[in-house]
């Protein structure tokens, strides 16, 4: 049994390299090809039944029905954070989903879909631990995720930190000690301390604003921006996106 689940994980792997089956990665005819980094619960992470083959979560759950929606297959490519800007640029896929939140920055090389979630970025401290508010970060070690938008208001706060290439990197030096403070998005931040004894979440709605997750598809494409939005808008109307923020966030803690 376990072999059978090994070698269909395997055969999962392969493809998604690939984009085997497919030709081309563009959304050509009937496919959505979508890029995501799959570390970042409730949002994207792989397990061994997931809604999409090996991928799971909220976004995971909201590009199957966006594919639904207009009657196209989707296919799911697995890379670094870092590189799902480039990929979309390069035409290898044709939209990102990753909670990736809409920026200023970003918008200069992509477009982004009509925003699904809002989020803000929060302190992962110890339990015992003394900061209260961001400016308490200045004189501690503080870690981020590289690339992620916690490790740009860091930069702007003008504070030295450590950038890990995981989410779990960093609680992992936070957990042993090696580090004070883990800045990350607040969904992901509670998930991580569901998970992990000894941490809590600190919050500073001064320090850190409001992020808007979003879609980004390569700039001009419009004909898949609308029918992202029409896909998105209809499930922020009917409830469908809430009612899985709610089942994600359950299933999360209840593990
Ligand atoms: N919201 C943050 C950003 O846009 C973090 C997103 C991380 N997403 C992921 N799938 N790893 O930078």
């Known amino acids: ?3 059978v689940t090994l070698i269909l994980a395997a055969v999962l792997a392969a493809c998604t390299l690939t984009a085997c089956g497919g030709g081309s990665a563009k959304e050509s005819g009937n496919t959505i090809t979508f890029g995501t980094n799959p570390e970042f619960p409730p949002f994207e992470y792989v397990t061994s039944n997931g809604v999409l083959g090996e991928f799971d979560g ?6 199957q029905k966006i594919g639904e929606d207009n009657g196209m297959e989707v296919k799911m490519e697995s890379m670094e954070f870092d590189s799902l800007l480039v990929a979309l640029q390069n035409g290898q896929i044709d939209a990102v989903i990753a909670g990736m ?3 200023d920055e970003r918008r200069e090389t992509v477009d982004f879909s009509t925003p699904y979630y809002t989020a803000t970025q929060v302190m992962i401290v110890k339990e015992d631990s003394d900061i209260a508010t961001a400016a308490d970060m200045a004189d501690k070690k503080i870690c981020v995720i590289q690339g992620y938008t916690g490790e740009v208001c860091v930069q702007d706060m003008g504070y030295t930190y450590e950038a890990f290439k995981k989410g779990t990197e960093a609680i992992m030096e936070l957990v ?13 931040a509670q998930k991580y301390v569901s998970d992990n004894e000894g941490l809590k979440i600190v919050e500073d709605a001064s320090a850190f604003e409001a992020e808007e997750y979003a879609i980004a598809v390569q700039k ?11 896909s998105i808008e209809k499930m922020l109307a009917d409830g469908t996106i809430n009612e899985l923020a709610v089942q994600y966030t359950e299933a999360a803690s209840a593990e």
Do not use: H
């Not at 042993?176 to 607040?186: F, T």
């Not at 001009?220 to 029409?230: H, R, V």
């Open 1 to 3: 049994m376990k072999k």
């Open 176 to 188: 042993n000690g090696k580090c004070d403070v883990v800045v990350l998005d607040s969904a992901t």
């Open 101 to 103: 939140t809409a920026t």
């Open 58 to 63: 909220i976004d995971m759950a909201i590009a």
């Open 220 to 230: 001009d494409n419009t004909e898949l921006l609308n029918k992202i939005n029409a």
